[in-house]
């Protein structure tokens, strides 16, 4: 992040506000759920909201998940296809902490969506089912978090059904991650033996009552080496087992440090069952305590007292009756004011924040101020950009978003020639909005406009948008191609370098160098061949 003071950094704040702004930061935990669809980021969703006590917005989730195909969603493709398009947070307060909770659409064809949204989270809390493990869609939000260095917190479901042994998940995230998971709890059985679970931090055995599952009730507590006597209906051949595990544990020695957990190096594991409630309390006392308030995880002094926030999501149609565009914003430092003046850092523009909102599906709720970490959604004149920054005072530039391999590859092209010239407006709206991703030959001068995306559906809505908006009908021709490998290189280098047979040298939108792929294989070729050339699967849009 680099700084240009235009103005004294803290014109125009007393002291008393400065304060507050420290207090309201210090006191704001923002982080995304990251997993696998039916893993139970919904119900987990949910039970977070019971205990923060948003009952209403707690019953919404459940109702917005299982109304998809049934009711009318945000936009009317959603509802053809019962997939959910669009993010934003959710808050609540626990303990005296304000909670923004990043909301990301569950299914993968959006997964680009859900990496943007990563971007403006702290902290992410994996979720994995105790059955299945690690599935693709987690291990590849996991990457993008250990790319950006988002520090993870992993919190192992459906306790309450038999599944893998917590041993083998441990070692699989060991495996997979090359991360040193961190047990903060230890299930005490699991499936119809399910039974509770111990508190690693002080041997506390926290039991289990199927009859009060569901409920907002703290568990009957005792300590481990009264358990036996306690609880006689515990059979001792489970209470040795777990004893077994819990000592294995133990020898691995792995004791966490905060700031390894911030680092990446270490992700503290949570067992537990959202569906029955059991083990979210706790979850939520460890996240508490572990999760970095905005704007303290990379930085050694707090953030400035002037806003500052970037954009990382342009959602469009959110509402069909007004068909405007909505940028959400992630509030980095300073406050946020309804009717503040502020700079858009790429054109230096100033423009007036006049319709700020919290949006939770249809609703709009106005927002009036806002503090770092905070999530607010602006009604987008089509002044902003994806990853623009929006300072006062003084002029920011955060980092910008990441661009993420796509995995889908066309050639879209206008069908009706008397439209073109509202398809090349549309496309180009929905590139910078983020929509989707362009690439054009390095070598022929011709202006293709292959596409590129992360999911396959992202083409559907490109097309289902200037087709609804722009009046624009269009075909698709799909190309092989799988991924993309972004790089730097001297004009020399990018002569001399050595494509595998089906390698295509290319630019992006923004003019960058990059080599689009068919498979893995020709990525290990294009890097044995060309030694000399770093190449990168993720990069900041600038
Ligand atoms: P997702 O958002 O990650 O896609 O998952 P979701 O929460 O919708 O959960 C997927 C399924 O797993 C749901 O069942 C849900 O009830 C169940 N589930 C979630 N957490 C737990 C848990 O701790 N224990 C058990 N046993 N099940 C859990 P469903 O039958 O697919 O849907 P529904 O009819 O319950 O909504």
Not at 48 to 77: C, H, Q, Y
Not at 243 to 264: C, D, I, K, N, P
Not at 325 to 344: K, N, P, Q, W, Y
Request: with cysteine; hydrophobic share 40%.
């Amino acid at each position: 992040m680099s700084t240009l003071p235009t103005r004294p950094a803290t014109a125009d704040k007393s002291p008393s506000s400065i304060a507050e702004i420290e207090t309201q930061r210090l006191r704001r935990r923002t982080f995304a759920i990251i997993s696998h669809p039916d893993a139970g980021k919904t119900t987990l969703t949910e039970k977070l909201l019971l205990f923060g006590n948003s009952i209403e917005i707690a019953g919404a989730v459940r109702g917005r998940k299982s109304e998809r195909t049934a009711k009318s969603d945000w936009m009317e493709m959603e509802q053809e296809r019962g997939i959910s398009v669009s993010s934003t947070a959710l808050t609540f307060e626990f303990a005296g902490a304000q909670i923004n909770l990043l909301d990301t659409p569950g299914h993968h064809d959006f997964s680009e969506d859900t990496y943007r949204t990563l971007m403006a989270a702290d902290a992410a809390v994996m979720v994995i089912d105790l059955a299945k493990g690690i599935e693709a869609q987690t291990e590849k939000l996991f990457r993008v978090c250990a790319l950006r260095k988002i520090p993870v917190l992993t919190f192992v479901n459906k306790v309450d059904r038999r599944g893998r042994s917590p041993l083998e998940i441990i070692d699989e995230i060991e495996r997979k991650f090359s991360i040193e998971p961190v047990p903060q709890n230890w299930p005490l059985g699991s499936g119809e033996d399910f039974r509770g679970f111990i508190d690693l931090h002080d041997d506390s055995v926290h039991l289990f009552d199927e009859h009060r599952a569901n409920r907002r009730i703290s568990s009957k507590v005792v300590s481990w080496s009264d358990l036996e006597t306690v609880e006689p209906a515990i059979s001792s051949d489970l209470i040795d087992a777990t004893g077994e595990e819990v000592e294995l544990v133990r020898m691995a020695g792995a004791s966490l440090e905060q700031s390894q957990f911030l680092s990446g190096a270490q992700t503290p594991v949570f067992f537990g069952s959202a569906l029955t409630n059991f083990g979210i309390e706790h979850f939520l006392h460890g996240f508490l305590k572990l999760c970095p308030p905005p704007g303290s995880r990379n930085a050694t002094e707090p953030p400035s007292p002037n806003f500052s926030g970037f954009i990382f999501k342009i959602q469009a149609n959110l509402d069909p009756r007004h068909r405007d565009r909505v940028a959400f914003l992630r509030v980095c430092s300073g406050m946020f004011e309804r009717d503040m003046e502020v700079t858009i850092a790429r054109s230096m523009k100033k423009i007036r924040l006049a319709r700020a909102f919290r949006i939770f599906g249809q609703d709009r709720q106005t927002i009036d101020e806002a503090y770092p970490g905070d999530i607010i959604g602006l009604v987008c004149p089509g002044e902003f950009r994806l990853g623009d920054t929006l300072c006062q005072n003084e002029i920011v530039h955060q980092e910008g978003l990441p661009q993420f391999s796509p995995e889908f590859f066309a050639v879209l092209d206008c069908t009706d020639t008397a439209r073109r010239k509202q398809f090349d407006r549309g496309l180009k709206q929905l590139i910078e909005e983020g929509a989707i991703q362009v690439f054009h030959d390095a070598h022929t001068k011709r202006r293709e406009n292959l596409l590129a995306a992360v999911g396959e559906l992202q083409f559907d809505v490109v097309r289902y948008r200037l087709e609804s908006e722009y009046n624009a009908p269009t075909s698709l021709s799909w190309r092989p191609y799988k991924l993309v490998r972004w790089f730097n290189a001297t004009p020399e280098q990018k002569a001399k370098i050595r494509l595998p047979y089906s390698g295509k040298l290319a630019l992006d939108q923004f003019g960058h160098d990059a080599v689009l792929l068919q498979s893995e294989w020709d990525v290990k070729a294009l890097h044995r061949a060309n030694p000399d050339i770093q190449f990168q699967e993720m990069r900041v849009a600038t």
